[in-house]
């Protein structure tokens, strides 16, 4: 049995004289890339992981929905339909304060141009619109359901997607 090797690569006499000049092209930007690299201090030898954007933190929310779905569907198969709440009032004064405050404070942020007003005014839209579904769930029959859906369809809604609004634009710049 025989075998043949590999003849070898070809020498830059044997070459086509275009690939010659596309290789030392490239040649020249790998070295001036490595050039950037080194001089920028990004090249220091260490191996880091390659990891895809948000890993860690695309698996956590992953694991939080896996959980969360059929969590609600053991909730709506135990819940009673009615329940006393003993801290009525201090639950729904303090979503509405954080809700003022995370729009107060988106207005401060967006006055003095700083970018972390995109985090707080997607938080006042989420509070906005947690509260229109609290106000509408939790509404008896009748005027008070009438009321909160006014409000949520008139108000919160429209003011929610208004911050989300701002919120993107602000990602923008």
């Known amino acids: 049995m025989t075998t ?7 020498t830059q ?17 790998v070295a001036e890339a490595l050039d950037d690299y080194i001089t920028e201090g990004r090249l220091d030898g260490r191996i880091r992981p390659r990891r895809s954007p948000g890993g ?6 992953a694991g939080v929905a896996a959980v ?3 969590w609600c569907l053991i909730l709506a198969a135990t819940l009673p339909t009615t329940y006393q709440a003993d801290n009525w009032r201090l639950t729904w004064i303090g979503l509405d304060v954080a809700t003022a405050v995370a729009a107060g404070l988106t207005a401060y942020l967006l006055h003095t141009r700083n970018r972390y007003a995109v985090l707080t005014a997607m ?24 009321l909160a859906l006014a ?3 008139l108000l919160e809604v429209p003011l929610a997607v208004c911050a989300w609004v701002v919120a993107a634009r602000e990602l923008r710049r």
């Open 68 to 70: 969360l779905l059929p």
């Open 13 to 29: 006499a044997h070459r086509h004289p275009l690939s010659v000049q596309l290789g030392d092209a490239i040649d020249d930007r």
């Open 56 to 61: 860690l933190a695309a698996m956590v929310a």
């Open 4 to 10: 043949t090797l590999p003849q070898a690569l070809p």
């Open 151 to 153: 409000m949520a369809l």
């Open 123 to 146: 938080t006042a839209g989420t509070l906005l619109l947690a509260d229109a579904w609290f106000d509408i769930g939790t509404a008896g029959a009748g005027f008070d359901r009438t």
